[in-house]
């Protein structure tokens, strides 16, 4: 389909071959030049037609809107232009030759946009108009004024400065440069590097979007293949969890290079084709090797590119993914350890669903299936913002959001690597709050192999607190903006997250297709001789880690294997992993792709390349104790009953970290009556009650002065002065 909607037809494959042989794409020879079978266009058409039912492809209607609501912008900014020009001083005929092009990039220049997407423009302009004051101020004047305009939100302080609005139900993020010109012609040739000469870097990234579009255009042998792959891989990537620039994932620019890359790798390739050699390429790519469309070229005009080899800041750059218009930068610098780790793992699933669908053993459908991701991890952070209005709200998350990954790199750094975050890149939204709200969520883990110390813990309290004070720094703050972070395990999910309101029963079926991260089954033991009790259902249950405990459920624990690039892991009958020889790998291939693969990604730009190491999981739970869904009240765990939570089952001292061994539920809905509604009335939780006979039980087999102390500290939380939140996350009861 092209910009305007219309759909286009296929080159012809026989045209596409010829044309392929007579020009080589990217910087390398192509790994295949093998063209399809009648299987392959098959599914193609299969994978069109999925595509279309999903409702990807927008209706001419809608493409007219789009073009209409783009004329209407281009007359916008050429009557602020010609106004700043008159007030200027210029002359009557300055006056009517000044002009300002409206150019776009991204998905629409692409021709792979959707229905409900965005149009990222590019205003243009003379260099006596600049964007700090005329454009930010100006512009966003008159916007806020004009009828048809809503939900207006400038970002000067962005990467690339844009502002946001709607215009006619269309969503635009506008740019603004101004180049070194008095009257910018309506034919400009945005890809000529004369438009580049004595401009600042901010306004050459304004360009760049623009002048790489073009260039992916040119640079892969058949346009409509590649667009129908970009378009599958988005869907798919957005389905998955994995889209996101902002958060430490790819964007849409990133996926258009890595989809272009596979394109000039496989030039006679049709789309089903493209699709599984997506997967099979970048589940062995080398990272930190870079992706390249073209030869990286220096210019006289000075402007910085990316260069492992010259720039120490180029060399801690984990998925380079190099934009091939000069200046060559790379686009995907925001992508994490943690973030890469979750999109490695999410091209390994791809692949065997690939391998499914080649061998007819699985259907399109099974490949979009979306990631659950809050089936994949037992702790999570969640990240609640509040606001005035709505307004507000949308200023203050568009601010939070842009930061989320800075909390990434803090909790890695603070840890040592050793505590894994997944930033999930969807807001949810709370309708029952009385104020405007939204909330982010990220999975935490332990490092997979990672060796457990006795009563470790990771406090990131600190960073939580560094981090709040960076983002209560914002700007444009105002009353009622707030943030605050808190820790909830699987089960303290609150409802609005999920589509139907509640948390829906997991299946076996499920269950198998969602990628793990040492999830275990919640373990619910009746005490003997009580079979008629009522059973606490709980994110966490009453019984103490014992070894013997832990030993029962590595029973039944999916013990998971991390591998590295190329290499195959197996889990014996013990449950323990190990590295099998690369060239078992290399057998799901065919003849030497892999190896082709591996030279191709295998540039030498001098950049550090990771350590390949295959490694077991411990099957045991990453125990963590915090106030979690108490955090509202911002009242720490300690000042209720310190004396129980340091005494452990056996007596002994034990760390307040270690607060699951008398059933951290007991603070968040899982205890005896009695004090379920002391609790509950003093911290405002929602509570489900057990019994008092059973919850007296459960609560003295673990510390047998633990119910009445308990009862007493509780009866003075009123009184206790308020701290910072508790954000601590143990590791004792794992090891």
Known sequence: MGADGSRVSPTPIRQQQSQSSERRFGVTKPLSL???????????????????????????????????????????????????????????????????????????RLGVHGPRSDIDTLCVGPSYVNREEDFFYGLHDILAEMEGVTELQ??????????????????????YASISVL??????????????????????????????????????????????????????????GIYSNVTGFLGGVNWALLVARVCQFYPNAVPSMLVSRFFRVYTLWHWPNPVMLCDIEDNELGFSIWDPRKNPWDRVHLMPIITPAYPCMNSSYNVSTSTLRVMMEQFQFAKKICDEIELNKTQWGALFEPYLFFESYKNYLQVDLVASDADDLRAWRGWVESRLRQLTLMIERGTLGKLQCHPYPHEYTDSSKQCSHCAFFMGLQRKEGEV????????????????????????????????????????????????EGHKRRRSSASADRCLKRNITPDVVEAKPGSPGKKQCISPQNWSPITPELVSQISDV???????????????????????????????????????????????????????????????????????????????????????????SDDG??????????????????????????????????NCQSISEEDGREQLESIAPDGYDTLTKSAENIGSEPVQDSLTRFSLASTA
């Open 652 to 685: 002994q001292a034990e760390s307040i970290a270690g607060m699951e061994k008398i059933g951290p539920g007991l603070l968040r809905g899982d205890s005896c009556e009695e004090v379920s509604n002391l609790l509950c009335d003093k911290l405002g939780t």
């Open 183 to 240: 009257v910018v012609p309506d034919d400009l040739d945005i890809s000529d590097v004369s438009v580049l000469y004595n401009i600042d870097e901010p306004t050459v990234r304004s360009l760049n979007g623009c002048r790489v579009a073009d260039q992916i255009l040119k640079l892969v042998p058949n346009v409509e293949y590649f667009r129908t792959t970009l378009r599958c891989l988005k869907f798919w990537a957005k389905r998955r």
């Open 154 to 175: 400038p970002v000067p302080d962005a990467h690339v400065p844009v502002m946001k609005f709607k215009l006619d139900g269309i969503s635009i993020d506008l740019l």
């Open 452 to 499: 457990i110390q006795e009563g470790q813990q990771f406090d990131i309290r600190g960073t939580v607190d560094e981090f709040k004070h960076q983002i209560n720094s914002y700007t444009y703050w105002s009353p009622g903006m707030e943030i605050y972070v808190s820790h909830v395990r699987r089960k303290q999910i609150p409802a609005y997250v999920f589509p």
């Open 34 to 108: 093998a063209g399809p079978m009648d299987v392959d266009l098959q599914r193609t058409r299969d994978l069109e037609k999925f595509l279309e039912d999903a409702g990807l492809y927008e209706s001419a209607e809608e493409a007219e809107k789009r073009i209409g609501v783009l004329d209407r912008l281009k007359q916008i900014v050429n009557e602020w232009v010609k106004e700043l020009t008159r007030l200027r001083g210029y002359t009557e005929q300055m006056v009517d030759d000044s002009n300002a092009v409206i150019l776009t990039f991204g998905s629409y």
């Open 557 to 647: 624990t999916l013990n998971v294997c991390s591998i590295g690039v190329a290499e195959q892991a197996h889990i014996d009958v013990n449950g323990k992993c190990s590295a099998s020889d690369n060239n078992l790998y290399r057998l799901e291939l065919r003849g030497s792709e892999v190896q082709d693969i591996q030279n191709h990604s295998a540039i030498n730009v001098d950049a550090p390349k990771p350590e390949t190491t295959a490694s077991c999981a411990d099957s045991g739970d990453v125990g963590c104790s915090s106030n979690s869904s108490v955090l509202s009240a911002d009242r720490s765990v300690e000042h209720i009953a310190p004396e129980i939570l340091n005494r």
